[in-house]
C-alpha cells in the first residue's frame, strides 16, 4: 500500500500526468536542474533548522552566526543548473531575499521564548482506514499545558489570505498526526511564516473539521487509485516540471523546439499540425464565407417572394433555373432558449404526448454517463445497451503566449 503525503495529493490535484511519473513511473528527473526558488526555500529552513535545533541544547546562535551559516550553504550548494525562471530577477535578488528574510524573522522572534521546540523536521504519520500519511513538520513546539504550534517556513513570493490558511490540508494533516502522537494535545496551534514578507498567520481546525477533512482525503485517495489515464493538466506549473521531457503533453515540444528553423517545420509533427491549422483557418473562412452568402440568398429571395407577388406569378424562370414560390400557412413554436418554451414543455408533458414528440438526446445521455450523475444501477443497466469504442479526439490549441 503506497504512503500518501500532502505533496504527493497536491502533486495528483496539479496533474495526474505528473503523479504518475513521479510516484508510480518514479521517473528520475534529468540531473541537476533546480529552481532557483526551491534553492531559496532550502537555504533558508536549513539555517531556521539550525537555530532551532541549537536551541534545544540552549545554543542560541548570533543572528550573524546564522548569516554567515546561509553565505556558506549558499555557496557551498550553489551549481550551475539552479534555473531563474522570473524575467528581470537575477541570482543576488534571491540571495537578498533570503539575507532579508533570515534577518526580519530573527529580530521578530529574539530570544526565542515563545515556546519549546520539541523538534525539527518532525516526522509525522498516522493512518487513514488502511492508507498511511506522511509528512515533516518544519518545527513542532509546546507552549505548555498541552497547547503545540506546527509550524511552517514559507519562503514564496506570494501571500495567501486567511481563509486560504483556514482551508490548508496540509498543516492540519500533521495536526491529526500530532493528536494521534501526543494524548494531552488539547489546543494545536497551526502557524505559517511568511518569511519573505515578515508576516505569520494562525489556524486552528476543530474535531469536527478534522474527519471531515479524513473523509476528503480517503476520497482523493481512492480516486487515485482508481485512475487509469493520468491524465496530464498543463498549467503555468509546467514551467516547473521536471517530468516535461516524458510527459506526453510536452515531449514533443521538447524534442522539436531547438531544432534549426528549416528542421523545425520539416518535422513530421511540426509539419503536420501546421497543415491541420492551415486547413482549419480555410475551414473557418469558408465557413464565414458561406454565412455571408447566406445572408445575401435571404436577401434575394426576399427580393423574388415581393417581385412573384406584384407580378401574381407562381414561378421566375431565369437562364438555366427557375424559382418556384410557394405559400402555405405554418405554426411557428419558440425554439429552446426563447420565450414561452418552457411553458411549451410543460404543457405537452401534461397533455400526455411528451413521448410522441421529443427525442433522446444521445450528447446528453453521454453527458450524464461521464459526469457520473446517474444512480448506479441506472447506468449500469444504460450501459448494456452502449458499445464500448476507443473515440480520439484532435482539438487545435493556441500555444501559451510566451512561446
Ligand atoms: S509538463 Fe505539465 S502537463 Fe506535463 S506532467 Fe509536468 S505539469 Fe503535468
Known amino acids: 500500500m503506497p504512503v500518501y503525503s500532502n505533496s504527493r495529493l497536491q502533486t495528483y490535484e496539479n496533474c495526474p500526468q505528473q503523479f504518475k511519473l513521479k510516484y508510480i513511473d518514479r521517473i528520475k528527473p534529468p540531473e541537476g536542474e533546480e529552481g532557483i526558488e526551491a534553492f531559496l526555500g532550502t537555504r533558508v529552513h536549513d539555517v531556521l533548522e539550525k537555530l532551532y535545533k541549537e536551541l534545544i541544547l540552549t545554543k542560541l546562535n ?151 477533512l479524513k473523509k476528503e482525503v480517503l476520497s482523493l485517495i481512492k480516486t487515485i487509485e482508481k485512475d487509469q489515464s493520468f491524465k496530464p493538466v498543463e498549467s503555468n506549473l509546467c514551467d516547473w516540471c521536471e517530468f516535461d521531457l516524458y510527459c506526453p503533453a510536452k515531449k514533443h515540444e521538447i524534442k522539436v523546439q531547438d531544432l534549426p528553423r528549416n528542421k523545425h517545420l520539416k518535422e513530421r509533427g511540426v509539419s503536420l499540425v501546421n497543415h491541420y491549422a492551415s486547413v482549419k483557418s480555410k475551414i473557418r473562412r469558408l465557413q464565414d464565407e458561406a454565412q455571408q452568402l447566406q445572408l445575401e440568398l435571404d436577401l434575394i429571395e426576399e427580393a423574388a ?20 414560390i410557394s405559400e402555405k400557412m405554418a405554426y411557428q413554436f419558440p425554439r429552446s432558449n426563447e420565450e414561452g418554451r418552457e411553458e411549451l414543455e410543460q404543457f405537452v408533458k401534461k397533455a400526455g404526448i411528451w413521448e410522441d414528440v421529443s427525442g433522446l438526446n444521445l450528447a446528453r445521455l453521454q453527458k450524464c454517463i461521464d459526469d457520473e450523475e446517474l444512480d448506479k444501477k441506472i447506468r449500469d443497466r444504460l450501459l448494456k445497451f452502449a458499445e464500448e469504442i476507443e473515440k480520439i479526439n484532435v482539438r487545435l490549441v493556441k500555444k501559451r503566449e510566451e512561446e
Open 62 to 212: 548570533p543572528l550573524e552566526d546564522l548569516l554567515e551559516f546561509y553565505r556558506t550553504e549558499w555557496d557551498k550548494n550553489w551549481h550551475e543548473n539552479v534555473v531563474v525562471v522570473k524575467k528581470n530577477f537575477n541570482k543576488d535578488h534571491y540571495y537578498h531575499t533570503g539575507i532579508e528574510a533570515i534577518t526580519n524573522y530573527y529580530k521578530r522572534h529574539h530570544p526565542f521564548s515563545q515556546s519549546k521546540t520539541l523538534s525539527t523536521e518532525h516526522l509525522v504519520t498516522f493512518k487513514i482506514e488502511d492508507y498511511s500519511i506522511q509528512g515533516y513538520i518544519d518545527r513542532l513546539s509546546h507552549v505548555g499545558d498541552g497547547v503545540y504550534e506546527i509550524h511552517d517556513y514559507k519562503t514564496s513570493g506570494f501571500l495567501p489570505a486567511q481563509d486560504k490558511l483556514d482551508s490548508d490540508r496540509q498543516l492540519a494533516l500533521y495536526q491529526i498526526g500530532i493528536k494521534e502522537k501526543f494524548r494531552d494535545a488539547k489546543d494545536i496551534y497551526l502557524k505559517w511564516h511568511y518569511l519573505v514578507f515578515d508576516k505569520e498567520f494562525t489556524s486552528t481546525r476543530s474535531d469536527a473539521q478534522l474527519k471531515d
Open 305 to 324: 417572394i415581393e417581385y412573384a407577388r406584384n407580378e401574381e406569378v407562381t414561378t421566375i424562370t431565369g437562364s438555366d433555373y427557375a424559382l418556384r
